[in-house]
């Protein structure tokens, strides 16, 4: 009986133990193939990777660098010193003392440093040099655009008074008027200047009272045959601007008396003294005028007093008479010797 003719009936255990089998197929896992290369390159990493590899990488670069400037210049003091200071440390400008009783100042942009003339003369100094602090790196800068030292700026009419030729420097030292040759005119009174807060003598004889415009009082010798100038006595408030010392000032006024001087006239100091009429102080300054008349060399001996007067400009006693009057020269040291304020 074969198997199939049970039909649909149940198969007895031990028939369907009898049975043949069919044999499980193998069942067999291909092995991939290793690749060419365990490494990927660079085009394979992702771009955020390769931003943080550079950031760190020149992170690492500055690092070691500013280690190795430390390094290098931690035995060096000049280096040191040159160093520019850290970012966000305060650079502290060092102040300008106010100016001394010379009128020092600083020199505007462009003038010329003049010898012997207070306002260059005077050194300035600021408190750290005077301490023995070094000098912060950009003090200087600051300083100078500092309000204290635009305070201390030379005039502008100073300024051009010291690039002026026709007039030196003063003297660096007092120098005392000399005696000058002669004899003094003879005077009488006073010749009270009210609206320049002065007086001075009154000659007689040989001196005139003439017009006073545009000074406020003035006295004149006769006029010299073939000569163009003539002696002049002169009071005035100050027509100048006036300086932070009577000294200055005195300076400015003697370079403007000579727009009364013949063209191309120059000056040269006999006298710079401190004076005192009363209890006001002053500035005299004697001088030499030196020009060219007809193409002969002339001169002019000339002074002038500057006088402080109270609640009002400083005022001006200006005296100059020329060689062709040389023996009424002594005449200055008499005005000089009797200015008196009001």
Known sequence: MSPGDYGTKAVPSYIAAEAETTPLPKITVPVAAPP????KGLGDLPMRVVYRAIAVAAGVVVLGAGATVVLLNRDDPAATAAAPPHFGAVVVPSAAPASSASGAAAPAAGAVATPGLSPLSSPLSSPLSSSGASATPGTTASAAS?????ADAVDPALAA???DPRVPALPKNSRRLRSLPGRAAATHGLVKDRRSGVALPRFTKTWTLAKPAPFASRQLLPKVKGASYRGMLVSCPVPIPEQKTLRDTAFLAARWT?????SGATI??????????GKRKGWLLGYTVHYTLKGKKRVSAAALALLDVPEKKPAVVFVTIPDSQKKRWHDINKVMSSVKAL
């Open 268 to 277: 040269t100091w006999t006298a710079s003294q401190p004076i005192k009429a």
């Open 258 to 262: 000579l727009n009364h001087q013949p």
């Open 146 to 150: 500092s309000p204290a030292a635009s």
């Open 36 to 39: 060419a290369s365990s490494s």
């Open 161 to 163: 008074a010291l690039k």
